[in-house]
């Protein structure tokens, strides 16, 4: 008959069970000859291996639980002018000369005055002057999602962009 044990029994062993149940098989057949005197103990593993034979497998570990993914780090829910102009070149909006004519004076870089054009003339008129004036401009916000629409920017993409200015 052969046992089952588990590794972690097994490693407690120190791999020295073998030797102990060979020695407590040795034992017991010694122990045939003998009157009056206890019969040799071991530990129970041990014991319950010898007097089945010998025999033992070690069961393989259990499978560990599918480690859960890390935690999607927070998407910053705004950015500063500062950062979004920074990121502007790299986003393909505004060449890195736009960007500083942004910064310093409000001007909309060609790029995304091109998209401001394409809206409605009222909505144009005002993105112009909240991308002039601005401080601050969130994830949400419709004038990013026409942006990102313009430069077919994935969701991921444009996480991305955010996270990039973020850390600006």
Request: charged share 15%.
């Amino acid at each position: 008959m052969t046992i089952a044990i588990p590794r972690a029994v097994y490693d407690g062993f120190g791999g020295m069970l073998e030797t102990r149940i060979a020695g407590f098989h040795a034992a017991l057949e010694a122990h045939r000859a003998t009157e009056g005197i206890p019969a040799p103990i071991e530990d129970p593993i041990v014991e319950a291996i010898a007097k089945a034979g010998g025999g033992f497998t070690i069961e393989a570990p259990p499978t560990p639980a599918a480690a859960e993914p890390p935690p999607v780090p927070a998407l910053q829910a705004s950015i500063t002018s500062t950062q979004l102009f920074l990121v502007l070149p790299a986003a393909g909006l505004a060449t890195e000369a736009e960007a500083i004519a942004a910064a310093q004076t409000g001007a909309v870089p060609a790029a995304i005055d091109a998209v401001f054009a394409g809206l409605p003339a009222e909505q144009a008129f005002a993105a112009r002057i909240r991308f002039a004036r601005m401080t601050s401009i969130a994830r949400e916000d419709p004038l990013v999602a026409a942006l990102a629409a313009a430069r077919s920017l994935t969701t991921a993409e444009l996480d991305a962009l955010f996270a990039t200015a973020a850390a600006l």
